[in-house]
């Protein structure tokens, strides 16, 4: 949240405490964990991002939720991912870590499937040597032949 001086909008704030999500009901309680919901100074409750320094703010809960994925890596995109010492784990939900856990899993028998692909070429490169090598000979007697007709 954007308050570290107990300010939001320029109004103090008077407590906050995490926003209920519209499943919540008195007998289970729910809440946004990235969404607190603030009483100001005023008498006016407003919702804001729970993120340090962040004073995004809209009148419901649900207009903040859309707003809190700006903090976030994107996950979409592998190849600029930050590498796995720099993700903040704690700040992933289960069904992120189940989707990268996949895509890990994913990458790695793509990894073997080219590894046995590149060893079966070695292997093909190392049979086609000595017959190159015979060809080349071949090839070479050929000429000489040629040059001692001319
Ligand atoms: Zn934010």
Redesign the pocket.
């Known amino acids: 949240m954007a308050t570290t001086n107990g300010i939001l909008n320029g109004l103090k704030v008077e407590s906050f405490d995490f926003a209920e999500t519209p499943r919540s009901t008195p007998e289970d309680r729910r809440y946004y964990k990235e969404v607190l919901e603030v009483l100001l100074e005023d008498g006016s409750v407003v919702y804001n ?1 729970v ?1 340090p320094e ?1 004073e ?1 703010t809209r009148s419901s809960a649900s207009g903040v939720w859309p ?2 994925k ?2 976030k890596p994107q996950t979409d995109t592998p190849s600029k991912a930050p590498a796995p010492a720099e993700i903040d784990v704690t700040a992933l939900t289960i069904a992120e870590l189940v989707e990268r856990a996949q895509h890990a899993t994913r990458y790695r028998s793509d990894r073997d499937a080219a590894l046995k692909k590149l060893s079966k070429a070695e292997r093909e490169l190392g049979e086609l040597k000595p017959r190159l090598r015979k060809a080349e000979q071949a090839l070479k007697t050929i000429r000489t032949a040629f040059t001692a007709a001319a």
Request: aromatic share 24%.
């Open positions: 991002c993120w962040c995004f707003h809190t700006v903090h």
